[in-house]
């Protein structure tokens, strides 16, 4: 199993540029201008610049927290891609130290290899196990269907689904990793100690 040392080196690179890109905009703004010279353009790239900053940091993360305890990050990673791009809905939970047995109510036994095409078969509209959370420990599925504790948090500004407001539930109340793929949009999260985090699959996990 990995280690967990966070080294992804072509990750790093990748912020520093952006983060050079950032810098440099900024530095072309002196003033607003006038309305020959409006910068609301210049503005909107650099709030885009951001938003791809934040998805690299967001990735580096996600694989720094998935490394030591799956060497099958890189699949999750393409699995909730395609499902992403099919706008199949799917909630993911990764078992790290704490045991979620005692709090999640237990759906059907797997016991497989992870791999991302079992993953999207499970999540496959229509799979009577697609609805509810599949559980992976180790480089194991261990089972599917299962029923996480939700959250009552409210988020200012945003309406939670069932996928988020369990994904959010179950990592109140341990140290497990879920991700979720929404079905109305496609976007993907994670959720670890009670924050949702969102991914822009634009950018690869792995």
């Known amino acids: ?5 966070c080294d992804f080196s072509i990750m790093e690179q990748q912020f520093s540029e952006e983060i050079k890109q950032i810098t440099n905009k900024l530095r072309e703004l002196k003033s607003l201008g006038n309305e020959k010279n409006c910068l609301l353009s210049k503005l909107g790239e650099i709030k885009d610049k951001f938003l791809e900053v934040e998805s690299i940091a967001t990735s580096f993360y996600l694989n720094c927290y998935l490394s030591a305890f799956t060497d099958k990050y890189a699949d ?6 395609r499902l992403s791009v099919r706008q199949h809905g799917a909630l993911i939970a990764v078992q790290r130290r704490d045991s979620i ?19 999207e078969a499970i999540f496959y509209p229509g799979n009577p196990l697609h609805d509810g959370a599949a559980v992976v420990h180790g480089n194991q599925i261990v089972s599917a269907a299962n029923v996480l504790p939700l959250t009552n948090k ?17 990592s109140e109340q341990s140290d497990a ?8 949009t496609g976007r993907v999260s994670f959720a670890l100690d009670g924050k949702l985090y969102p991914i822009a699959t634009a950018h690869p996990v792995y």
């Not at 999750?76 to 891609?81: A, F, M």
């Not at 047995?101 to 993953?119: C, F, M, N, R, V």
């Open 1 to 5: 199993m990995n280690t967990g040392n």
């Open 101 to 119: 047995h005692s709090i999640i109510q237990k759906g059907t036994d797997i016991g497989a290899a992870l791999t991302p095409e079992l993953l």
């Open 177 to 184: 990793l879920v991700l979720v793929v929404s079905e109305e």
């Open 76 to 81: 999750l990673s393409l699995c909730v891609q």
């Open 154 to 170: 409210v988020i200012i500004g945003r309406k939670l689904g069932t996928r988020h407001r369990a994904a959010l539930g179950l």
